[in-house]
């Protein structure tokens, strides 16, 4: 995919763009590919891109306590991401790391910050993103803080079926993660997360194979996300 190619996916960004801003855009941008597992950056780095992501799946974590880490938050294709810390002047205090083989477009931001003074169009684009992501995290921090384990792990299930989507076959979860990504995913240990999902399937609510997992009664994920 070339640079214009990859700008005019982005079509949201692009709308807001004068010809001008988009050639400015355009020549400081670049794209790379992202091996599985690649850290793209760690907690405590200085911000110096805007991240989007053009296709595969990238996570968001806080590394805690006995080299566990909690993800907070999971980007599909044409997300943003990397911002918040570079509007706020502080350092990343997460991590960021592709779950499968992926493709990042990256923009300097110090490109965003100059076009961030003269387009109002632009701004109220990351205002927009900004919100909406910290009404997502809100929702997320009591569901994960407040709920038992099979509801936390309901929630997560419902999450990826609602950001992923489905297979063709549409019950199965379009994203493959580990046991240990659904656990930190869910604020629970590897061994609650493979417990849960046992439970889960041996009450044929999901189907499990290898990591495809498929939800066979939505409806009961949804009743147990609610009972808390």
């Not at 005019?8 to 794209?31: G, N, P, Q, Y």
């Not at 907690?43 to 110096?48: A, F, I, K, N, R």
């Not at 995913?185 to 290898?210: D, Q, V």
């Amino acid at each position: 995919m070339t640079k214009e190619e990859a700008l005019d996916a982005l079509t949201e960004l692009s709308s807001t763009l004068s010809a001008e801003e988009r050639d400015k855009v355009l020549d400081s941008m670049h794209i790379c590919q992202l091996n599985k597992n690649e850290v793209i950056y760690q907690e405590g780095d200085e911000p110096q891109n805007l991240f989007c992501l053009l296709q595969g799946k990238v996570k968001i974590y806080i590394d805690g306590i006995g080299g566990r880490c909690q993800i907070v938050r999971v980007y599909d294709d044409f997300e943003y991401f990397g911002y918040r810390a570079a509007f706020s002047g502080d350092k990343y205090a997460t991590s960021a790391a592709a779950i499968e083989p992926s493709c990042r477009v990256c923009i300097p931001l110090a490109v965003i910050r100059s076009l961030l003074q003269v387009n109002p169009r632009l701004s109220w684009f990351f205002i927009k993103m900004l919100a909406t992501a910290l009404g997502k995290s809100d929702e997320r921090t009591v569901n994960l803080t407040q709920k038992h384990i099979c509801a936390r792990l309901a929630d997560s299930l419902l999450f990826l079926k609602d950001h992923y989507g489905m297979e063709a076959d549409g019950k199965t979860l379009r994203i493959k993660l580990s046991r240990e990504d659904m656990a930190n995913l869910s604020n629970m240990t590897t061994n609650n997360a493979i417990r849960t999902l046992s439970l889960f399937a041996k009450e044929k609510i999901i189907a499990i194979n290898g990591r495809n997992i498929s939800l066979l009664e939505e409806k009961e994920l949804q009743k147990i996300s609610r009972m808390g």
